[in-house]
């Protein structure tokens, strides 16, 4: 008789769990890998001979961030998020922890970042060189500001949802980075894996968009069940001449 009522106690809290509002149960996630496709460009390395700080810096020519690719044509720097099918109006905790961007090696690391409204920028200069962090917002007002050898840290926050807009330095033109402001916490930007996870997702069918800075960007519509997890694939391949 215990073991009884204890799975219909269960049964019954399942039920509530899934279906009254507000409740939290059974996150789910949307995992997948992001590949290039086709006869990959030739692109030149980052040209630093400018300045022969920088330049030093590096035994070899550094790649072309605007196409990073591992094994089997895996790419990096691709931002995926939720674009469709979130609950309007619901917010989201922002994160204590800033997210970080370090000038090193005269490059911004990481090249391709999302962050939450209200998040706490870090922006660090670990070359010990004169730097500059220039955001290019459209919607935020810019973030624009010299940082000398002596200056290792500067913070910042953006106040509204924004699409991924460009990051420069005045000074090292080669130097380049992209971001984008979200309301909810749902994005991933990838490494030289491809690999991208977006979890704490409640059941229910998302639009789910990728962005290469130069490839653009790809949806899919993902349905995820309680405690899911659903894959789904991205493949960017440039263009075919016309």
Sequence with gaps: MRRTA??????????????????AFAASSITGTVTFDGKV??????????????????????????????????????????????PPGKKWPVPSTPVVLDQNGCQYKPHVMGIMVGQTYKILNSDGVLHNIHTLPKINPAFNRAMPATVKEATTKFDKEEGVFHIKCDVHPWMSAYMAVFTHPFFSATSTDGKF????????????????EKLGTQTASVTVGASDTKTQNFKFAVPAAK
């Excluded at 030093?56 to 790649?63: D, T």
Aim: with cysteine; net charge neutral; glycine share 8%.
């Design 41 to 86: 460009p030739a692109l030149r390395p980052l040209a630093m001979d400018a300045d022969p700080v920088c330049a030093k810096k590096h035994s070899a020519p550094v790649p072309n961030e605007a196409l990073v690719l591992g094994n089997g044509n895996t790419m990096a720097n691709i931002l995926v998020w939720v674009s469709k099918g979130l």
């Design 197 to 212: 996870t977006i979890s704490g997702l409640d059941p229910g069918t998302y639009e789910i968009t990728a962005w290469h």
């Design 6 to 23: 204890t799975r219909l106690s269960l049964a019954a809290s399942l039920i509530v769990a899934a279906t009254w509002p507000g409740v």
